[in-house]
Structures are given as C-alpha cells and as structure tokens.
C-alpha cells in the first residue's frame, strides 16, 4: 500500500526495460519501494532491469509482457496480480519510436508502431485496470509524449499512437474517479536517451533522470497530468495554436 507520506511500495511495469521505467525505479526504490515487477520481453535488456533495481535493494522479478499478444492481457494481469498481490503502481512504458520515413510509406510497419503505442497497451491498460479496481486503491502512470497534442507531419506516425494513448488515458482516469484508482498521463519532450540516440535534441530536450523525478513526484501528489520539462506545458499551450503552415514545417 501506498505509505503514510505517499510512497509507493509496489510497481509493475509494462515495458519492463524502458529506460525511462528504470529512471523511476530508481526514484521508487530507495523511497522503500520493495516489489519491483519488470514486465517485458524477455532479453538483456530486461535481465539488466532486473539487476539495476536489485542493485537498489528491490526484490525485483522479471515476467514475460508482450504488448502485442492482446488475446493474453487478461491472463497476464490474472496472474501478475496473483503472483505478487496488489500493486501501487502500475507504469505503462513500452513503445516504440518507428521510423517516419520508412512508416508513412509501409503500412505494416505504421501500424505495427500504432499497435504498440496505442492498441496494444491501451487494451494492457484495460486489463490492468479492472484488477485496480477490485483491489481498490492505486496510481496508473502512462508514458504519453508531448508528440500526442498535436500531430507533426514530422513524425505523425508516432505522434498520431501518442494521441490515440493520452485520449485513451484521459477517458480512463474519467471512468476510474471513485474507485480509489487514479491516472497519471506524463507528456515529456524530447528526452536523451536511448530512443532518441542520434537524433538532435530538440528544444528543452530533458534527461531520463528528469523525468523519473517528475514521476517521481506526481505519484505523491496524485497528478492527473504531468509535463517534463514542466516549462512544456505552456510551450505547447501555444504550440498548438500555431497556424498549420508553420506547424508543418517543423522539424522532426
Ligand atoms: N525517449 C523519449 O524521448 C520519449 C519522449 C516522450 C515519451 N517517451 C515514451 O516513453 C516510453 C518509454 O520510452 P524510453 O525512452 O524508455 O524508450 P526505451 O528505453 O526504448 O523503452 C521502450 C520499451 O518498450 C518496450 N517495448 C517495445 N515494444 C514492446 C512490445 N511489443 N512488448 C513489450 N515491450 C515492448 C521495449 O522493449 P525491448 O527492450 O524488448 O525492446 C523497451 O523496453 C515510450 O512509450 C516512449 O514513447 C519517450
């Protein structure tokens, strides 16, 4: 349970190796964050998961988590929430970037993207959510992007998933009020990482580390939404008012 100053002592993570993810483990753990369960699939990356949150002092489990094999969501959450009990938090991290020039002209790989952003995890999110509401209590934190509030035609094939996944966030916190279950939608920029490894950063570009103190932070206070850099916020405020023959010719 959630303790007396708002730190979590449980998370599952979907996307168990997302960078990102392991930026809020190491927030979590040594607030007293104990079970650590790494959903994803299985590889060295997961593996190292486990290993950097172990290092923390978790007891951390690595299960298998395919976005994609939604038939499977439902036993998926039977069983984590069976094995390990109820849960604080649940941190919706996998996704992929894709390739926009590759994907705007081969449809199996756009949707591929779309499906693991979007399709896939919101019906990972669903299922999830049904056993946070039986245990009653909990924080849902989805990784969305600032890519999500308006589509670029850089990258429209990735921001276009993001959107679909913060509606779909939006509508579930709405659906959850009332059940001791919240939602956090965290919109970040352009963080330097892995994902985004030799790409230019783009304007308040921020860090993994950043953004797992954001999470961090918006998990004890409730959140609903949260941007990384905070300053984002209000960028976007006017960025999405901008006139679209500007908008499109803004680089990826
Ligand atoms: N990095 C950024 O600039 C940025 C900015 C805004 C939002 N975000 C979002 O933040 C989240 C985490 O990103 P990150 O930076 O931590 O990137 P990351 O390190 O590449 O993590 C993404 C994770 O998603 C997992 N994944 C992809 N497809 C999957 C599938 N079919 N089933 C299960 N897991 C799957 C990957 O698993 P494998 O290890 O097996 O490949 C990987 O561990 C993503 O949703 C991303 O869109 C990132």
Request: glycine share 12%; net charge neutral; proline share 5%.
């Amino acid at each position: 349970m959630i303790n007396a100053v708002g730190r979590p002592q449980s998370i599952l993570v979907l996307g168990g190796a997302s960078e990102l993810a392991g930026a809020v483990v190491a927030h979590l753990v040594p607030e007293r964050c104990r079970t650590v369960v790494l959903a994803g699939r299985e590889g060295p990356r997961l593996d190292a998961a486990v290993e950097a949150a172990r290092s923390l002092g978790a007891e951390a489990t690595a299960v298998q988590f395919d976005v994609n094999e939604v038939a499977g969501h439902a036993a998926f959450a039977a069983d984590v929430f069976e094995r390990f009990g109820d849960f604080d938090v649940v941190l919706a991290a996998a996704g992929v970037l894709g390739n926009q020039e590759v994907d705007e002209h081969d449809p199996a790989a756009a949707a591929a993207v779309m499906q693991a952003n979007y399709t896939g995890l919101a019906a990972a999110l669903l299922a999830v959510a049904d056993r946070m509401r039986h245990q009653g209590h909990g924080r849902l934190v989805v990784l969305s992007s600032v890519a999500g509030l308006r589509a670029r035609r850089a990258n429209f094939v990735y921001g276009s998933s993001k959107a679909g996944l913060d509606a779909f966030a939006q509508g579930l916190g709405d659906a959850l009020v009332g059940t001791g279950v919240g939602v956090t939608i965290v919109r970040p920029g352009f963080v330097v990482g892995r994902m985004t490894d030799g790409m230019a950063p783009a304007p308040f570009a921020t860090t993994p580390e950043q953004v797992g103190a954001a999470v961090s932070r918006a998990i004890t206070a409730g959140a609903p939404v949260v941007y990384v850099p905070s300053v984002l916020r209000w960028v976007f405020l006017v960025m999405r008012h901008l006139p679209r023959a500007v908008w499109r010719r803004l680089p990826g």
